[in-house]
């Protein structure tokens, strides 16, 4: 049968198997670039289930790489966990929510409290209802949104059919880490638990008990992990990439630890630390000295 074909169905063909064989194999990157991307393509709204989106819009700086948010839209509202990191870039998350529904923001979890999270929170609508970690409360200082539910463990909610668990899972990135677990779809936002390829950012870290946080993460019923950093990417990838992220975060871990027993006086650790495959993560230029600092201070027993 291909032989009768008209010659024009070929080429067809063939673009058609090719963006398959690209849909499937993503270049496991933070870099749009590099996946295939566009700077033009964001910010962009992705639908990961029936009611379920991420927000992905472009973190400040020459780097490229997202902020990624998610919002689950349900008959009585939408939950959204964490903003953008200014008025305007927080507005076109708003915006985009109004474009898939017309129900009401209800509740807006803080799960990261940075302000590449946060600081663009004056653009959510006033009486939304915030979830917040009493640790990010107190890190935030008068940045902290008023009258907000401080949930120290897990709180689980239902918004329309929607059950909902907002979840700690140790500190991690800032120690006030939540995440949000859709118990029947099997999804679980990590925020900044989980970096999709983008270099372990330990300024505020508690490095070991992240490890803690992300073995938890990992073995809780999810098919879906969305990251607050890089790209949102489908079930058994998102898994592999978590899976990555927590042998990054050990391979840093691991690395600064190294130096330290050698008696490396930590200036000198930062120039000699050899990060491997991770140098050619987002930020590691940026954030390997600063890992490396950190892992010192726990080791050195400086980390509350
Ligand atoms: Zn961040």
Redesign the pocket.
């Known amino acids: 049968m291909a032989r009768l074909r008209p010659p024009i169905a070929a080429p067809v063909l063939v673009a058609a198997s090719t963006s398959l064989l690209v849909a499937q194999a993503v270049v496991r990157t933070a870099d749009p670039i590099k996946r295939g991307l566009k700077e033009s393509d964001f910010p962009r709204t992705v639908k990961v289930s029936d009611n379920a989106y991420t927000y992905e819009d472009f973190?400040a700086g020459d780097e490229k790489f997202t902020?990624t948010n998610m919002f689950v839209v349900t008959e009585e509202g939408v939950l959204v966990a964490d903003g953008q990191g200014s008025p305007a870039a927080t507005k076109g998350l708003v915006d985009a929510i109004a474009k898939v529904t017309s129900a009401p923001i209800k509740y807006v979890v803080v799960c990261?409290d940075?302000g590449?999270?946060t600081a663009g929170n004056a653009s959510f609508p006033a009486g939304v209802r915030y979830l917040i970690h009493p640790t990010s409360t107190a890190a935030m200082g008068r940045n902290s949104p008023a009258d907000a539910e401080l949930v120290s463990d897990t709180k689980s909610l239902t918004l329309g059919s929607e059950p909902f668990q907002v979840v700690f899972l140790g500190r991690a990135?800032t120690g006030g880490d939540l995440g949000v677990y859709l118990p029947r779809q099997k999804i679980l936002f990590l925020s900044?638990i989980f970096?999709n390829r983008v270099f372990p950012?330990m300024r505020s870290a508690y490095p070991s008990e992240w490890l803690g946080a992300l073995s938890k993460a990992e073995r809780m019923d999810a098919s879906l992990y969305i990251p607050?950093?890089g790209f949102t990417e489908t079930g058994p990838v998102s898994k592999e990439e978590l899976r990555a992220y927590h042998t990054a975060v050990e391979a840093v871990i691991a690395e600064a630890t190294r130096l330290h027993k050698a008696g490396v006086p930590v200036d000198q650790a930062i120039k000699e630390a050899n990060f491997g495959e991770y140098t050619s993560w987002t930020l590691s230029k940026s954030q390997g000295p600063i890992a490396v600092r950190k892992v010192y201070e726990e080791l050195d027993g400086k980390l509350k």
């Open positions: 973190h902020t990261s940075h590449d999270h990135h900044e970096l950012a607050g950093h």
